[in-house]
């Protein structure tokens, strides 16, 4: 019972162009969520969250949005370049701050000259 | 000067054996955990401390066991080692009541 899923488990995108990746999510008790990037042979390193009382964040060329009632979220990355290509996990937590975290399967990310 | 470190990177061992994976952060962190990451690729907890007190235990079997002898360490002991170990094990750690953790580079656990 996967209850936070990323669908595809790759993308491939070019360079300059804005990458999309998707998340849903089962538990209408999550109210947290955070996007992690992962090299190949590293650890998962945090990217960017967002609550559930907002529908938006952004941080540079990174935005996250929120579709509570979809229960969905997705990461954009805009331009994207080739040191973006990585893994991206979705993760998700019933209360902010309660270390508690569930993860997608990761989608790999691709991007092309 | 690695933030989360967990040794070793690379362990391959028979089943039955016992085994232990070292975990240190020299962030001043006060919650530490142990993810495993699985064939399908998902990263599922196993378990949490907070300055040295267990927090969470997800399930995990009673073969499994951590010890937290310190607030930057959290190692994690493994008896009776089966096929089904086989994953990539994280640790990570964060400051108390926050939720983004900071990974170490993982140790791929190969039971034969």
């Known amino acids: 019972d996967q209850q936070v899923k990323q669908n595809s488990p790759s993308l491939s995108v070019q360079e300059g162009r804005i990458s999309i990746l998707n998340c849903d999510y089962t538990n209408s008790m999550f109210d947290y969520f955070l996007w992690y990037k992962k090299y190949p042979a590293e650890g998962p390193t945090f990217l960017i969250s967002?609550?559930?009382?907002?529908d938006k964040n952004e941080d540079g060329r990174f935005t996250v949005f929120l579709n509570k009632s979809a229960k969905h979220l997705s990461l954009h990355i805009v331009p994207s370049q080739p040191g973006d290509s990585a893994v991206y996990f979705c993760?998700?937590?019933?209360?902010?701050?309660?270390?508690?975290?569930?993860f997608g399967q990761g989608t790999r990310l691709t991007i092309n000259p | 000067d690695t933030a989360v470190s967990q040794t070793p990177k690379y362990l391959v061992t028979q089943m039955g054996n016992d085994k232990s994976i070292k975990c240190e952060q020299n962030l001043g962190h006060d919650t530490m955990y142990w993810y495993k990451q699985d064939s399908k690729k998902f990263l599922k907890i196993m378990f949490s401390y907070n300055n040295k007190e267990l927090i969470i235990n997800e399930t995990v079997p009673n073969r499994f066991s951590p010890k937290s002898p310190d607030k930057a360490h959290l190692n994690l002991h493994i008896n009776s080692l089966e096929l089904g170990d086989s994953a990539v094990y994280f640790c990570?750690?964060?400051?108390?009541?926050?939720?983004?953790?900071?990974f170490g580079q993982g140790t791929r656990l190969t039971v034969v």
């Open positions: 993760a998700a937590s019933a209360k902010k701050g309660a270390q508690k975290l569930v």
């Open positions: 990570a750690s964060s400051h108390q009541g926050t939720d983004e953790a900071f």
């Open positions: 967002i609550s559930s009382i907002k």
